[in-house]
């Protein structure tokens, strides 16, 4: 499956953005599908992943409450929307892809599919 992240840009501290991911290329609704990201000079690192039936739904402990995540399979979308944003959430964002258990998704070493990324800037 192929992947295009938007939505990017520049937001004050305290600000809201959605990001988006088109999928194209293979039946999208099989997928489990996660956001990662990745600030200068750290290592990628996940943020939340939703299951292809929408049921398991996972955040890391520095965004859960403030993000979400989302997906809608008719449209072969999946979404974050990001809440009360902080300065340390500026990073490269992007969005991945993998079938077979949720496990899988969580983990970067274990992606097979991943979009191009989108820069999320936070001004404090």
């Known amino acids: 499956v192929q992947l295009q992240a938007s939505g990017g840009g520049l937001v004050q501290t305290g600000g809201s953005l959605r990001l988006s991911c088109a999928a194209s290329?293979?039946?999208?609704?099989?997928?489990?599908v996660a956001w990662f990201r990745q600030a200068p000079g750290k290592e990628r690192e996940f943020v939340a992943a939703?299951?292809?039936?929408?049921?398991?739904?996972n955040y890391a402990g520095s965004v859960k409450g403030r993000f979400t995540i989302s997906r809608n399979n008719a449209e072969n979308e999946m979404y974050l929307q990001m809440n009360d944003l902080k300065p340390e959430d500026t990073a490269i964002y992007y969005c991945a892809a993998r079938e077979g258990t949720f496990g899988y998704i969580l983990t970067a070493g274990r992606i097979n599919s991943w979009g191009q990324g989108t820069q999320l800037t936070v001004s404090s």
């Open positions: 939703i299951g292809w039936g929408g049921r398991n739904i």
């Open positions: 290329g293979r039946t999208f609704k099989g997928y489990h």
